[in-house]
Nanobody, 119 residues
Framework: QVQLVESGGGLVQAGGSLRLSCTAS????????MGWYRQAPGKQRELVAA???????DVADSVKGRFTISRDNAKKTVYLQMNSLKPEDTAVYYC?????????????WGQGTQVTVSS
């Protein structure tokens, strides 16, 4: 069984910064891709940023230049540094991690962390 624990969300004023973390634990052999998604009220969940095992990143155009994704493989943790936050960044943020355990690769989701940006 794999567990993901997210942290770092909260309330911040426009222009401020937050750093999200997501740490995996359990019987993990390999962690492949890691990513962050977000879902605003009344909207579909969307990809914010993703990072491969080798460190290649993909960032949504809406956050490019403001958000940075990174990972620490030894700590089994993925981070999302969010700068210059805007009210439209308000959403529940979820991490997703592709994990190989005793079974082939499975995607696991975090519980979600609320990010609220006030104007």
């Amino acid at each position: 069984q794999v567990q993901l624990v997210e942290s770092g969300g909260g309330l911040v004023q426009a222009g401020g910064s937050l750093r999200l973390s997501c740490t995996a634990s359990g019987s993990i052999f390999i962690i492949n891709a890691m990513g962050w998604y977000r879902q605003a009220p009344g909207k579909q969940r969307e990809l914010v940023a993703a990072i491969t095992k080798g460190g290649s990143t993909d960032v949504a155009d809406s956050v490019k230049g403001r958000f940075t994704i990174s990972r620490d493989n030894a700590k089994k943790t993925v981070y999302l540094q969010m700068n210059s936050l805007k009210p439209e960044d308000t959403a529940v943020y979820y991490c997703k991690i592709a994990v190989v355990t005793t079974t082939p690769q499975v995607d696991y989701w975090g519980q979600g962390t609320q990010v609220t940006v006030s104007s």
